[in-house]
């Protein structure tokens, strides 16, 4: 029986990978980088925003601090989030059909703050979470079970009744460890992780309405 549901956002609720890969590649050309090589996105996205910055700069070597990186990209990605990136097909429909339930959910995700906010408040669905969770509050991000433990505490349920809905293979690994019932969600951006993703989960979904059957 789910009694909860603790959501990813980049890639689960909101359509913005492939904004993210961009980005990571754009800031570091902008940087004197004219070449960047085409996996640093899959690095650094199993890094917290204070870890990716850092790894720019070491790998890079850049002269820019770490508190410049943190703020640059969040500038360079802002419009984005809020004028554009869009929910993922039955977003809506799911949350709805989790409101009939009385099942709460909330989200937690390694994503800066702000932007999360400002897209699900653009998206009109930032007043229906019971929390919204970043590195902010858990510095060690994804790669350690602490966010979607607090994410179960916040929704009363116990791991065992809580599912968490991802589409990124770490987080899926880390929640599986912790001994959460898992839903993998499609994403173009991880199909290279996909045998691997569908291997772990408990449910695998290619589309977010396919949820509400499994419920």
């Known amino acids: 029986m789910i009694k909860g549901v603790i959501f990813d956002l980049d890639g689960t609720l909101l359509d913005s990978m492939t904004v993210w890969s961009s980005i990571d590649r754009e800031f570091l050309i902008e940087n004197g980088i004219t070449d960047p090589p085409p996996e640093v996105s899959d690095v650094v996205k199993k890094m917290t925003v204070d870890q990716s910055s850092q ?9 820019c601090t770490k508190e410049y990186v943190i703020k640059r990209i969040e500038e360079m990605v802002r419009q984005r989030y809020e ?3 869009p929910l993922k097909p039955y977003t809506t429909e799911l949350l709805d059909f989790l409101d009939s339930r009385g099942i709460p959910y909330g989200v937690a995700t390694a994503t800066y703050k702000g932007l999360a906010e400002a897209a699900l408040k653009r998206c009109g669905v930032f007043d229906r979470m019971r929390f919204l969770l970043t590195d902010r509050e858990y510095p060690t991000g994804k790669n350690f079970p602490d966010i979607f433990l607090g994410a179960a505490e916040l929704l009363g349920t116990s791991v ?3 599912l968490v809905v991802e589409d990124s293979l770490h987080c899926i690994e ?10 993998g969600v499609y994403d173009s951006v991880a199909e290279a992780d996909m045998p691997r993703i569908i291997e772990l989960s408990d449910y695998y979904v290619r589309s977010l309405d396919e949820i509400i059957n499994i419920l």
């Open 83 to 85: 004028e554009k990136i």
């Open 55 to 63: 790894y720019f700069i070491d790998r890079f070597g850049l002269s």
């Open 174 to 183: 880390t929640a599986k460890a912790a001994g959460f019932p898992v839903c």
């Open 160 to 162: 065992s009744e809580t």
